[in-house]
Structure formats: C-alpha cells, structure tokens
T-cell receptor
Framework: DTEVTQTPKHLVMGMTNKKSLKCEQHMGHRAMYWYKQKAKKPPELMFV???????INESVPSRFSPECPNSSLLNLHLHALQPEDSALYLCASSQEAPGADTQYFGPGTRLTVL | DAKTTQPPSMDCAEGRAANLPCNHSTISGNEYVYWYRQIHSQGPQYIIHGLKNNETNEMASLIITEDRKSSTLILPHATLRDTAVYYCIVRSDGYSTLTFGKGTMLLVSP
C-alpha cells in the first residue's frame, strides 16, 4: 500500500481565515513533505519533516505553519493568506532510507484564497 | 542535483509505445534517475527509478545509456489514461529532495 491521504480535497478561504490542511500515511515512512503547485507549473518544495522534526524550510512565509504531531500525520496551518497563495498543496512521504528513497504523493488539496 | 532537459510535449497513438527522452549530461555517480507523472489536477505518481542498469516494472521500462547522460522512459502500449505530464528527476541517494523541472506533456490520442 503506497497511499497518502489528504483532506480536504478543496478549500476556499478568506484572507482573514485560519484553516488547516491534513495529510496522513500508514506506510511507516519517517519523512514527510509539503509541496506547493501553482497552475501550469511544477511542484515546489515547501517543508520537509524527518523523524517528526522540521529539517527543511524553503524560505516559506510564516503565514504557512507546518506541524508533525506524529510519524503518520502532517498538518499545514494557514493564516492570513493572500490570493496568490491559491494553489494545489501536495503532501508526500518516504522511508528516509539510504540509497534510493522514493517519495509517494497524496492527491492534493486545491486551495482558493478569496 | 543534476539538471534535466525534456521536450515540452510529445504525441503518441493509443496502443503504440511511448518513448520519452531525458537528458541529464551532468549526472554524477551517486545520482539516481527518477520518473514521475502527473495526470491533470492529481498528485504526482511514482513510475520507476534507476541508477545504472535498465529497469522494468508493471508500469514502464527505463533505459539508461551507458555513460548515464541520458535516459528514456518507455510505456510499451500507451492508453488514453497515460496522458499526463512526465517528469524526469535526477537526485542523489540518501535523503535529498525532489526538484521538478517542467516535464513533458504526453498526449495519447485514439
């Protein structure tokens, strides 16, 4: 089973709202990732968690706040977003093993900021 | 991680083999070649990866040249559901991240 689940599938929020995106995997993977994908562009890495600790933050604005409550869950808390933050937000996970370390992606959350 | 070059788009007739090329002339010895695809508005799907040898799985075959400077992903019998953007990514072993390029938009037609 290589399933990564994400909720919600779609989210519409105003610029003053606070919302959260959720990601879950039950493959025993120890690394989890958030990517952002704007329309007609490739995915871009935002954050990496390794063994539940934030290991990479690709200079993401503080209005995006990641959280890893346990090894199976990854959240992305959103606050005071801008319309240009509208995008597909993708979660991925991997074993974090030596050698080839394949990432598996969820279906994404389509976020619209009004 | 080494940079990759792919054609922006390709066409393929349904039932025929789709051969997607990727150039990675600056690849180094410990870097793998990964292929993902992304069907419209879905998450990227892992297809296959390789280091030196050719690889085959239930989805595709990966042919890597002997000098490792280029590779070809082969979908042996393309179907309409194979229409997607295909990304060739080179990454070193261990825990490095994926850097997506622009990919190749493969359109499979009846």
């Amino acid at each position: 089973d290589t399933e990564v689940t994400q909720t919600p599938k779609h989210l519409v929020m105003g610029m003053t709202n606070k919302k959260s995106l959720k990601c879950e995997q039950h493959m025993g993977h120890r690394a989890m990732y958030w990517y952002k994908q704007k329309a007609k562009k490739p995915p871009e890495l935002m954050f990496v968690y390794s063994y539940e600790k934030l290991s990479i933050n690709e200079s993401v604005p503080s209005r995006f706040s990641p959280e890893c409550p346990n090894s199976s869950l990854l959240n992305l808390h959103l606050h005071a977003l801008q319309p240009e933050d509208s995008a597909l937000y993708l979660c991925a996970s991997s074993q974090e093993a030596p050698g080839a370390d394949t990432q598996y992606f969820g279906p994404g959350t389509r976020l619209t900021v009004l | 991680d080494a940079k990759t070059t792919q054609p922006p788009s390709m066409d393929c007739a349904e039932g025929r083999a789709a051969n997607l090329p990727c150039n990675h002339s600056t690849i180094s010895g410990n870097e793998y070649v990964y292929w993902y695809r992304q069907i419209h508005s879905q998450g990227p799907q892992y297809i296959i990866h390789g280091l030196k040898n050719n690889e085959t799985n239930e989805m595709a075959s990966l042919i890597i040249t002997e000098d490792r400077k280029s590779s070809t992903l082969i979908l042996p019998h393309a179907t309409l559901r194979d229409t997607a953007v295909y990304y060739c990514i080179v990454r070193s072993d261990g825990y490095s991240t994926l850097t997506f390029g622009k990919g190749t938009m493969l359109l499979v037609s009846p």
